[in-house]
T-cell receptor, first 113, second 113 residues
Framework: SQQGEEDPQALSIQEGENATMNCSYKTSINNLQWYRQNSGRGLVHLILIRSNEREKHSGRLRVTLDTSKKSSSLLITASRAADTASYFCPPMGVTGGGNKLTFGTGTQLKVEL | NAGVTQTPKFQVLKTGQSMTLQCAQDMNHNSMYWYRQDPGMGLRLIYYSASEGTTDKGEVPNGYNVSRLNKREFSLRLESAAPSQTSVYFC????????????FGDGTRLSIL
């Protein structure tokens, strides 16, 4: 299974601003998932976007997928202090690997009051 | 609904001691996973179990053994702990169906002196 590469490594914004983080991968995918990890906690699944989807929304989250560029983005609108966390984007490959995921180092988002 | 439960939450061992990390899920998932997370790195897959009765090596299996005790439980054993195994260990589970997320426990923080 391949890993997603999150960019930037770190992002600091003010509460109420929007946060955008990007993800790139190398080979064809079945889907791409976004996870959040708050400090000292396990990962929480946010959104799964399938390869035939271009955009998906969940509350304040908007995820896009461009399979021609092998990239995805996560937009968090009207950020809150509680959004401070690390964000990961493991892709799931088309063939083999089962449901295994490979995680990159993530984007560390800090939302300041 | 507890989801994925890991025990213990914290543990300190001396080099050479053995230890079993426990993981249980109550979501009737077929697949279970063990990861480790080190500072500045993403999660790395140690072992996984696609279904009850099967286990397979992941990216970093050396020094570890696993047991899929039943559908609910998947344990990770360190036979002779080494300082390099100091890490945070996460257990996760998922259905075997594609396009489904993994669900994570809150981790076991293990220090080996």
């Amino acid at each position: 299974s391949q890993q997603g590469e999150e960019d930037p490594q770190a992002l600091s914004i003010q509460e109420g601003e929007n946060a955008t983080m990007n993800c790139s991968y190398k080979t064809s995918i079945n889907n791409l998932q976004w996870y959040r990890q708050n400090s000292g906690r396990g990962l929480v699944h946010l959104i799964l976007i399938r390869s035939n989807e271009r955009e998906k929304h969940s509350g304040r989250l908007r995820v896009t997928l461009d399979t021609s560029k092998k990239s995805s983005s996560l937009l968090i609108t009207a950020s809150r202090a509680a959004d401070t966390a690390s964000y990961f984007c493991p892709p799931m490959g088309v063939t083999g690997g089962g449901n295994k995921l490979t995680f990159g180092t993530g984007t560390q988002l800090k939302v300041e009051l | 609904n507890a989801g994925v439960t890991q025990t213990p939450k914290f543990q300190v061992l001396k080099t050479g001691q053995s230890m079993t990390l426990q993981c249980a899920q109550d979501m009737n998932h077929n697949s279970m996973y063990w990861y480790r997370q080190d500072p500045g790195m993403g999660l790395r897959l140690i072992y996984y179990s696609a279904s009850e009765g099967t286990t397979d090596k992941g990216e970093v299996p050396n020094g570890y053994n696993v047991s899929r005790l039943n559908k609910r439980e998947f344990s990770l054993r360190l036979e002779s702990a080494a300082p390099s195994q100091t890490s945070v260990y996460f257990c996760a589970s998922s259905t075997e169906i594609s396009n489904q997320p993994q669900h994570f426990g809150d981790g076991t923080r293990l220090s080996i002196l």
